[in-house]
């Protein structure tokens, strides 16, 4: 069924959501037609089953049939911090965690990040980068859109991600503990946070950070992942191991 | 360490081995010095370490340092078999699933696939995600270089795949088990299938066909992957749960 994310006052009020704008454009570029369905999401894990009642040149309206919860979100709250990549890589990455489940997508600059946009390119990329991540929660079926943004360092990055009560950070070298011990320690996780680096890897000093900072230095075995695949790679085994893949 | 995968006569004799061709070239590309270290791996799972010996205008040698089995290599051997996508979705799949561990990947056509080349097309397409596997394979440090293959229905797909121990068929309704379980029945399968549908997905009878033959109709959650994530999100979590990635 199609689905669409709304929020604020177009969203179901009297058993009735109203589509203007944009939503309206979606609409007829789907070329729904009165009587059928599409489910209207409220983008905080909310799902509303609706009947397209109504289909005018500047309005739409649809008929609410059942609400409930989402259906595609994760038990787990997931937290991908990636090191900006170069061009196309990230938003690679924007669409393709959405689509495995990532709660919340941090793009951050580490020791060997190539790309570095100033302040205001680097803004509209995360509006971008939000664009796709939209794109990809309607397609995929998710009951929230996973919010992008950016931190400025490495350091910023750990601080976010230290509140998730599993810390995961990639590293392709040294002192490394299997992903699939450090996910097994902690099965009853509510949260996650996942660290992967950038073209050139990260350096040692930035892997002893992570260390220091309470996140567990994992290896993803011996297969060596590009930079944008290995985001992925480790958010669907954390999605498999914790019976988000059932 | 910069990786060659060579096989017949410019192979390790005599302790030592021979670039010529292309081989060389990548040599040049690389900037490979004199007395700088190698991996050559002939594609059936041994690595060569070797230190670069001779550097001439249509030749280099390189000696022997050390033979070993490759490291990279997963203790399942696994068949990819995707319905074939549209543009450069095929693309993507061919290098992503050499990074993740496939052993061979198919195209096959099934009910819903746009994408339907000639014979001549469809060779030269082969040959161009072979290219890839085989730049991904050094790039990820694989002992092997996957092959590419085309099949010409979901029947031969069936074929080639209902050889392996552990035969998967990723289907997004109906009567499914989760992954999860499909993979846990099989703990000591030493080799799998994994079967993945078209933009459009699979028709309800292609799924029958598959259960018929033998393959396990299986579910990856309630989040719908895009045609070409699915193959590497359903290969990724089998080498997780078969501690290839660890």
Redesign the interface.
Known sequence: MPRFFMSGSNIISNGVAVFRGSDLNHIKVLRIKLGERLIICDGEGRDYECRLSRLGDNIAEAELIEERLS??EPTINTTVLVSLPKGDRADFIA??CT???AHEIVYFFSEHSVSRPDAKSLAKKVERWSRIAGEAAK????GIIPKVRSASSLAEALDIGVKADLKLFMYETGDRI????AIGSAADAKSAAIITGPEGGFEKYEADIARVSGFTIC????????CE?AP??AL??L???T????
């Open positions: 259906a595609g669409q393709k689509e495995a489940g397609q995929s079926g998710r299997p992903l699939s011990a290896s993803m075995g011996p297969r060596i992942f590009r695949t992925l790679a669907t085994a999605m498999y191991a019976g988000n893949m059932d």
